[in-house]
Structures are given as structure tokens and as C-alpha cells.
């Protein structure tokens, strides 16, 4: 018997819904560090979350590093926790 041909479908990428990857640790050959607000915050959406690897394109390592930066400048209180501060 003849096996039936399997067609695949090509996956499309939504561009409307991606962002463009920002620059590494890597390539800006810097560490992140709580005191360095102006870095740490093109990693952060508006809403104050910090972005995930998919649109940060750190490693892993750099990713868990940028995480607890921005824990330490929130603590500090050069970082915001959310958006709504002044309700």
C-alpha cells in the first residue's frame, strides 16, 4: 500500500503582535546593576513587569540576573512596583 503524503503547514509570524529584540549585556558589554535605572527600565513594559527572554533575548543567566536588579532598584525606590502610584 501507498503511504499518504503528509502535508505540513508553514507557521506565519503575526508581525503586529512582535517586538524587536533589544541589545544583550553581551553586546552593550555592561552588567546590570540596580543603579543603572535608565538600563533596567527598557527592560521593563509600562505596565512594570519586566519582559520575558522572548523579547529581551538575554540568556538565561543575564535574564535571572536582570530579575533580581530590578527587585533591588524597586526595594530601593528608584523603580516603580505598577503603573497606578498616584491613586
Do not use: C, W
Amino acid at each position: 500500500m501507498k503511504e499518504a503524503k503528509k502535508t505540513t503547514r508553514k507557521k506565519t509570524i503575526n508581525t503586529k503582535n512582535t517586538r524587536e529584540a533589544l541589545p544583550s549585556f553581551e553586546r552593550l558589554d555592561i552588567e546590570p546593576n540596580y543603579k543603572d535605572v535608565l538600563v533596567l527600565r527598557r527592560f521593563i513594559n509600562d505596565r512594570g513587569k519586566v519582559l520575558p527572554q522572548k523579547y529581551t533575548s538575554l540568556s538565561s543567566r543575564n535574564q535571572r540576573k536582570l530579575s533580581s536588579e530590578v527587585k533591588k532598584a524597586r526595594f530601593m525606590g528608584l523603580l516603580p512596583y505598577t503603573d497606578r502610584h498616584m491613586l
